[in-house]
């Protein structure tokens, strides 16, 4: 469920990430006021928690394993606010080091798993539990069905991300400039795996956690909403719905902008714009073109049209000049900075 | 494998952990959830142990400021996403290859890192967008001429299946366009200190109190790993055989709980030792990056040689 870099188009993960901004500031917020003084060692164990989630492989009946995402779980025992940030985190180290997910596509990754699943998971838990008791079974029914929800929704939107980009982004001939595969495609394909294998661990390992914190640690399942004791936090928690409406509120209002945005992306320029913009290089390029040309005698390739074996060969000669190029410049600023390390105190 | 020299050789051999992982007759039996767990967790500290070594071997890169790479890294991140020309994008992984080279980064490591993990199962994805069934576009290699449209159940067949241009180049540049920004994430973090990279990120206006947390985080992942694989460890231990799946589960995820428990308790206690020691409440991040004059000369360079790709990519276009 991770997108890397390169499946979705400038327009999507810019949205996406712009979107993620109003929820991770509220979070901020949120929990500084409801955690204070204990915000930054909390928080830290939570993301370092939610990291280290993902190395509990589950085995599988067919031999094969497979692991949860955790997303349910730590939302349910610290509340979703501190999960944003714990799965924030999680995913930047993720994406930092590991290469799971790309970087430019870290808005939506923690658009998807940070903010959407958690909450989710969160409401879904409270909705079922309601005021019963910690060792109710309505507990852990309601983790395991908000870890098998939750993580369908997450699911459900990466298809969805992926399954626009045809619509956003392709050159006129039909060629898929990111994701290649339409919603129709996307979204039965990623769906399916998770309605019936990925949500179905996910939703059982939270529901057994909470299973196992009812029998052998009941503290943790009242550490939040804080404060409070079991049977006395409404539904939802005392936690108010309105920041969430407006996280919510500000990206339907930032989605048409991204769907706008279509009409000027990378390359979707008229003619006349793109002279405007580039005027004089491609003038110079042919010139450039034409003196090689003038250089390098007729060959005759046989099966090779020769307009296009011109343009192919200044092609390759202009760009094997460039990397060539790039090649000494970036050489002689490695001797330049050796010579200055040796000469300068070190760091 | 070279590159590991200053790791025991005994560590980096790959064996099985334990009794279940000897081949019978012949036929290698799959690991259990046990090895893998244990396996998986020595991989990422193997992996962190190797490129702290990476970040320290005195490279181009690795002189650089850390913030003033995360910064040409984003640039080049962001001409990677928006050119829409294959040959654009190889030229950019040639220059990344170059980075790897003068960053002494052994190139055969550079690229099976890139390609063997993320790509390769990128181009299983895209491989079907590629025939005219999945995504219609203009033949180039027909394949089977069935002669008439072809109807099996609700999948409907053209008459001739085929593999498209648009789906071959709308394959290939997905593909690049992923190895190519791979290979930039990982030149970024197997060139720098991961707990300076972490403090860079303050250069993209992120609060000294998620940086605080981040590099918190980061300490303490360590710390929660060695717990696993004890815990593991000791269960592996104790066992004979593999167990039920039911009693695996349960043992799973009652890991899971305690792992989670501990952490929790582990945050108090790192309170009150915050609290003892003087911490209010408010963030400091101590942070001794100096921007050089090389540094400078590497935000010009970076941003001349992108503007040559972007370059590039545009008369590609005409």
């Known amino acids: ?347 | 494998m070279t590159y590991d020299k200053d790791i025991p050789g005994w560590l980096l051999a790959e064996r099985p952990t334990g009794p279940d992982g000897c081949r019978l007759a012949g036929i290698k039996k799959k690991t259990g959830f046990l090895e893998k767990t244990i396996n998986d967790i020595a991989e990422v500290l193997r992996e962190s142990v190797f490129t702290e070594q990476l970040a320290g071997a005195g490279g181009m890169l690795q002189n650089i400021d850390p913030r003033v790479k995360l910064v040409t890294a984003a640039f080049l991140l962001l001409i990677t996403a928006v050119v829409r020309h294959i040959p654009t994008l190889l030229g950019l992984y040639i220059f990344t290859l170059m980075l790897a080279y003068f960053s002494r980064v052994p190139l055969m490591f550079f690229v099976k890192r890139v390609w063997f993990f993320i790509p390769f199962f990128t181009g299983l994805v895209v491989l079907p967008s590629i025939f005219n069934f999945i995504r219609p576009g203009d033949p180039f290699i027909n394949l089977i001429n069935f002669g008439h449209p072809v109807n099996i159940g609700f999948l409907h067949f053209p008459a001739v299946i085929a593999i498209t241009r648009q789906g071959l180049t709308g394959a290939g540049l997905i593909i690049l366009r992923v190895g190519v920004s791979v290979s930039l994430a990982v030149l970024l973090t197997i060139t720098s200190r991961w707990a300076e990279l972490l403090k860079a990120l303050r250069v993209f206006f992120i609060p000294r109190i998620f940086v605080m947390v981040l590099e918190m985080t980061y300490r303490y992942i360590f710390l929660l790993l060695t717990v696993i694989t004890d815990m593991y460890t000791a269960r592996k231990s104790r066992s004979f055989g593999a167990g039920t799946t039911k009693e695996n589960r349960r043992f799973i995820s009652a890991g899971i709980g305690n792992v989670f428990g501990k952490a929790y308790y582990l945050s108090e206690e790192i309170h009150d030792a915050m609290i003892s020691r003087g911490y209010t409440g408010e963030a400091k991040v101590v942070s001794t990056f100096k921007i050089k004059a090389q540094d400078i000369v590497w935000i010009i360079l970076i941003f001349v040689i992108g503007i040559f790709f972007l370059g590039g990519d545009l008369i590609l276009g005409m």
């Open chain 1, 1 to 347: 469920m991770h997108i890397p870099d390169g499946f979705l188009s400038p327009q999507t993960w810019g949205t996406l990430g712009l979107g993620m901004i109003p929820v991770w500031v509220a979070s901020a917020v949120k929990t500084a006021k409801s955690l204070k003084i204990k915000q930054v060692p909390l928080l830290s164990l939570g993301a370092a928690f939610a990291f280290v989630i993902m190395m509990f492989n589950i085995p599988l009946p067919n031999g094969t394993t497979l692991h949860p995402v955790g997303g349910a779980l730590v939302a349910i025992i610290l509340g979703p606010w501190a999960a944003v940030i714990g799965i924030t985190i999680a995913l930047v180290i993720q994406a930092l080091f590991f290469g799971d997910g790309g970087l430019l596509a870290l808005g939506a990754n923690c658009f998807n798993m940070a903010f959407v699943m958690p909450f989710t998971a969160y409401y879904v838990y409270r909705l079922i539990s309601g005021r019963s008791g910690i060792t109710s079974p309505r507990r852990w029914i309601g983790a395991a069905l908000g870890g098998y929800i939750s993580l369908n929704m997450a699911a459900l939107l990466t298809a969805v991300e992926l399954g626009i980009q045809p619509l956003l982004a392709h050159t006129a001939d039909g060629r898929a400039l990111y994701f290649p595969y339409s919603l129709a495609q996307t979204v039965p394909a990623i769906s399916i795996a998770h309605i019936l294998v990925g949500g179905v661990v996910e939703g059982i390992v939270t529901g057994m956690v909470v299973l196992y914190f009812q029998k052998a640690n009941q503290p943790m399942l009242s550490l939040y909403p804080p404060g409070s004791r079991p049977g006395e936090a409404g539904p939802l928690g005392g936690l108010s719905l309105k920041k969430v409406w407006v996280a919510i509120a500000a990206l339907i209002i930032l989605s048409p902008l991204g769907a706008l945005a279509t009409g000027t992306a990378w390359g979707e320029w008229s003619a006349e714009e793109l002279s405007k913009m580039v005027g004089y290089v491609p003038e110079g390029i042919a010139k450039a073109r034409g003196s090689m040309l003038n250089v390098i005698p007729d060959y005759a390739i046989p099966g090779w049209d020769k307009t296009l074996f011109q343009s192919a060969t200044g092609y390759i000669v202009s760009a094997v000049a460039g990397l060539a190029l790039i090649f000494i410049v970036v050489f002689l600023f490695n001797k330049f900075q050796v010579k200055g390390e040796r000469s300068s105190d070190i760091r």
